[in-house]
Nanobody, 115 residues
Framework: QVQLVESGGGLVEAGGSLRLSCAASGRDFSANAMGWYRQAPGKQRDLVALITSGGRTNYADFVKGRFTISRENAQNTVSLQMNSLKPEDTAVYYC?????????WGQGTQVTVSS
């Protein structure tokens, strides 16, 4: 059974940093793209950052220069380093893995940035 478990969310002041981590189990995802999405109340779920199996990254414009995605294939993990956080970054952040058949999602972790 595949599970994605996020950790590292919390409350931080504007300008601060947080690091999110996601541990996948039940299957080897080293050949799959992994990513982070976020969803604020009343809004759609948006892609934040994506990393391919080869390490190529892609970022949403609203986080470029502030967030960094990385992965450790040997540990089946993906992380998101978030710096210079803004109140508009407040959302539930979800880890996701993309396969040819489906997405796998974590349960989400709340990130709240106070002004």
């Amino acid at each position: 059974q595949v599970q994605l478990v996020e950790s590292g969310g919390g409350l931080v002041e504007a300008g601060g940093s947080l690091r999110l981590s996601c541990a996948a189990s039940g299957r080897d995802f080293s050949a799959n793209a992994m990513g982070w999405y976020r969803q604020a109340p009343g809004k759609q779920r948006d892609l934040v950052a994506l990393i391919t199996s080869g390490g190529r990254t892609n970022y949403a414009d609203f986080v470029k220069g502030r967030f960094t995605i990385s992965r450790e294939n040997a540990q089946n993990t993906v992380s998101l380093q978030m710096n210079s956080l803004k109140p508009e970054d407040t959302a539930v952040y979800y880890c996701a893995v993309t396969t040819s058949l489906r997405y796998y999602w974590g349960q989400g972790t709340q990130v709240t940035v106070s002004s």
